[in-house]
């Protein structure tokens, strides 16, 4: 039988401590005081709700990163400025990320205005983005720190500035993570994805937006070199299949709504200012500091490959993509006629394993790798891609120049010094 104590205190074990000596007096003051405090309780949860709810309602951004006021809008502005004619007025997402800050700097060499977006997630380095967004401060690119799912952010920046295109690089990559952090895939590639469209489709004028699918739609696919026309119905990652729903989302967004919508599907980029947890990046640092690199093997102990892409060359894509885009038809939301959909293979067409990668590598550094060879575990890899590149070379004159001998060594180079490697004493070591 539940006590008395018990039944005013029901639910909150621990929280009350009863002195049980002094039952009689105990339980008249008990109950009177009890009943204070539970209204005091009562008033304090109903002010911290309400106080909670304006908080919230008065705007998501002050639950995130901080944005906004007039300073903050005459940066944006100022960033978005056009410097030549016939140029264009970009918002790049993902801004210091590898490819963003490279196609930033890139764009705004030429003359265009540039807003930068990104959330600075801590999924690898985020000293390198930082570093990256002082390199694009440098050239005058404001980034603004913010999160794809924040519609207000977007809504604002569209405000502010009426961008013609958005470059959308943003995304949760990596092939292998997906498997220790699925939700992050959902968060960044399918929710912040619709969010972003859904602000291009409110915005008046709509920009057009190329966005970065990736070559790993064509998972299973056995038939060599990808087309674009192949099945990508068969992904082997949480990851591909993120991207691969993007492709869908896309078209129904240019199918309803008219905006204009390329897709980049990117070839295992790499190259300076790179993403540390891609393979020759991680291998670089390993071989550097005198420590094993695992390398994948196919079945029957094949070697993987890739179609690794050199950056410039993905950046002239990208600008190639923008500078080709066509027009966004829809207003106020609704479609005034067909926008052109489009997806593009951007890789190098010349497929090198990866222990040729390490080949390479070992020759760059001077240091040889201590090379540990494991059968490719079932996470997502597949084992080669090879781009069929005549659509981009077609439409916008894409032509990779970059062998993986010559990007690597650019990459090398970057590394050491990034780094601060005193290039002849830490080999010689
Ligand atoms: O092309 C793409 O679309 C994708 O390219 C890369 O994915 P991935 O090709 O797996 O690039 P890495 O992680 O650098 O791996 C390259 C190769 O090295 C192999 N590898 C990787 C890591 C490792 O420790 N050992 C190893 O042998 C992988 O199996 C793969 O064959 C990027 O990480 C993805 O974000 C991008 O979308």
Request: net charge positive.
């Amino acid at each position: 039988m539940p006590s008395i104590e018990d039944e005013l205190f029901p639910s909150t074990p621990g929280k009350f401590k009863i002195d049980r000596s002094n039952r009689q007096l105990n339980r008249c003051f008990a109950s009177t005081s009890t009943m204070f405090l539970w209204a005091l309780f009562l008033i304090a949860l109903t002010a911290s709700y309400l106080s909670f709810q304006s908080f919230v309602d008065s705007g998501s951004r002050y639950l995130t990163a901080s944005w906004g006021g007039i300073q903050w809008e005459k940066q944006v502005r100022t960033s978005a400025q056009i410097h030549r004619s016939g140029g264009i007025s970009v918002l790049v997402t993902g801004a210091t990320g590898f490819v963003g800050s490279h196609v930033s700097l890139a764009l705004r060499k030429r003359g265009d205005g540039v807003v930068g977006l990104d959330n600075f997630n801590n999924y690898y380095d985020p000293s390198l983005k930082r570093a990256r967004m002082s390199l694009l401060s440098s050239r005058g690119i404001f980034v603004v720190e913010g999160d794809l799912n924040d519609a207000k952010l977007l809504s604002k920046l569209f405000d502010v500035v009426a961008f013609t295109h958005v470059m959308h690089l943003a995304a949760q990559a990596g092939v292998r993570y997906a498997l220790e952090n699925p939700q992050s895939y959902v968060h960044s590639n399918i929710a912040g994805l619709v969010n972003l469209l859904e602000t291009c489709k409110a915005a008046n004028p709509q920009p057009a937006i190329v966005w970065a699918s990736s070559s790993s739609v064509y998972g299973l696919n056995e038939k060599a070199p990808f087309s674009e026309s192949d099945r990508t119905d068969q992904p082997a990652s949480l990851y591909a299949a993120t991207k691969k729903a993007g492709e869908e989302i896309t078209h129904t967004y240019n199918h309803i709504y008219g905006l204009a919508i390329t897709g980049l599907r990117f070839f295992t980029v790499y190259g300076p200012w790179g993403r540390p947890d891609m393979a020759y990046f991680s291998f670089t640092r390993n071989i550097l500091q005198g420590k094993p690199i695992t390398i994948y093997r196919g079945k029957n102990r094949v070697d993987l490959a890739r179609d690794f892409t050199f950056i410039d060359d993905i950046v002239k894509g990208c600008l190639g993509s923008l500078d080709s885009s066509g027009k966004s038809t829809g207003s106020g939301g609704k479609k005034r006629g067909a926008a052109p959909y489009r997806i593009f293979n951007l890789g190098n067409t010349s497929p090198v394993t990866v222990p040729i990668l390490v080949d390479i590598l070992e020759k760059h550094l001077k240091v040889k790798a201590k090379r540990n060879f494991v059968e490719m575990p079932g996470n997502g890899d597949v084992p080669f891609t090879h781009a069929n590149i005549s659509s981009a070379r077609r439409e916008f004159g894409y032509k990779p120049t970059t062998d993986l001998e010559t990007g690597l060594k650019k990459f090398v180079r970057w590394y050491l010094s990034y780094y601060g490697y005193n290039t002849k004493a830490k080999l010689e070591q």
